[in-house]
């Protein structure tokens, strides 16, 4: 289950900037609304976000793990069961502590990094954008976004909730075309805190007996 999850969050979860020559139909009520959330997210010094991570099948959620996520810039840490994803600006670091297994990568278009800014951005490129209406999400009237993809990805939709009063997500749904679905329910929402300069380091000297790939 654990290796599944983290397939799932560090895999899954696809929003590349590959650029598609076909033509976009973007919705202009729904851009202004992730244009805002994503200056809002933007301007912190740092953010933090509680949430829960769900997966199933045949569009039904059946499993649902916490997670925490800092971020300060473009740097980031995710942390979801025994896995670990730390961003410092420059390279990737996805650690295992049930396997012992550190992973090391540079970024670059076909990585996956698990940003909310990524989710709210991406549709720039890669997706129709429509404004679907008004949803109640924990019983806050989110505004409701479809995503589909301009170019066939393996998704079939994604479906972004937005709270316009606040500007920010409160959830992100991907439903992929085989019926696979993940989901992140935001429960929890911090900024501006007081954060451990080491925040987004990776310590080596913590993982001496841990396997160690560099990609």
Request: net charge positive; no cysteine; glycine share 6%.
């Given at each position: 289950?654990?290796?599944?999850?983290s397939?799932?969050?560090?895999?899954?979860?696809?929003?590349?900037?590959?650029?598609?020559?076909?033509?976009?139909?973007?919705?202009?009520?729904?851009?202004?609304?992730?244009?805002?959330?994503?200056?809002n997210?933007?301007?912190?010094?740092?953010?933090?976000?509680?949430?829960?991570?769900?997966?199933?099948?045949?569009?039904?959620?059946?499993?649902?793990?916490?997670?925490?996520?800092?971020?300060?810039?473009d740097?980031?840490k995710?942390?979801?069961?025994?896995?670990?994803?730390?961003?410092d600006?420059?390279?990737?670091?996805?650690?295992n502590?049930?396997?012992?297994?550190?992973?090391?990568?540079?970024?670059?278009?076909?990585?996956t990094?698990?940003?909310?800014?990524?989710?709210?951005?991406?549709?720039?490129?890669d997706?129709?954008?429509?404004?679907?209406?008004?949803?109640?999400?924990?019983?806050?009237?989110?505004?409701?976004?479809?995503l589909t993809?301009v170019?066939?990805?393996?998704?079939k939709s994604?479906?972004?909730?937005?709270?316009?009063?606040?500007?920010?997500?409160?959830?992100?749904?991907?439903?992929?075309?085989?019926?696979?679905?993940?989901?992140?329910?935001?429960?929890?929402?911090k900024?501006?805190?007081?954060?451990?300069?080491?925040?987004?380091?990776?310590?080596?000297?913590?993982?001496?007996?841990?396997?160690?790939?560099?990609?």
């Amino acid at each position: 289950m654990k290796k599944l999850i983290s397939k799932i969050v560090f895999g899954s979860f696809v929003f590349g900037s590959i650029a598609f020559v076909q033509a976009q139909k973007i919705d202009a009520k729904a851009k202004k609304i992730l244009d805002d959330v994503t200056a809002n997210y933007k301007s912190k010094k740092n953010s933090y976000f509680k949430f829960a991570f769900g997966s199933g099948v045949n569009g039904t959620v059946s499993k649902n793990e916490p997670g925490i996520y800092y971020t300060a810039g473009d740097k980031y840490k995710l942390k979801i069961m025994e896995t670990e994803q730390i961003f410092d600006g420059s390279k990737i670091y996805n650690i295992n502590t049930e396997d012992k297994e550190v992973t090391v990568a540079k970024p670059n278009e076909s990585s996956t990094m698990f940003s909310p800014i990524n989710y709210l951005t991406s549709y720039r490129k890669d997706y129709n954008v429509t404004y679907s209406g008004k949803k109640t999400v924990d019983g806050v009237s989110a505004d409701f976004i479809t995503l589909t993809p301009v170019k066939a990805n393996g998704l079939k939709s994604i479906y972004i909730y937005i709270d316009g009063a606040k500007k920010q997500m409160l959830k992100l749904e991907q439903h992929g075309n085989n019926k696979d679905i993940a989901v992140i329910s935001i429960k929890e929402y911090k900024e501006n805190q007081q954060l451990d300069p080491n925040m987004f380091v990776f310590d080596k000297n913590k993982f001496k007996n841990y396997l160690v790939t560099e990609l």
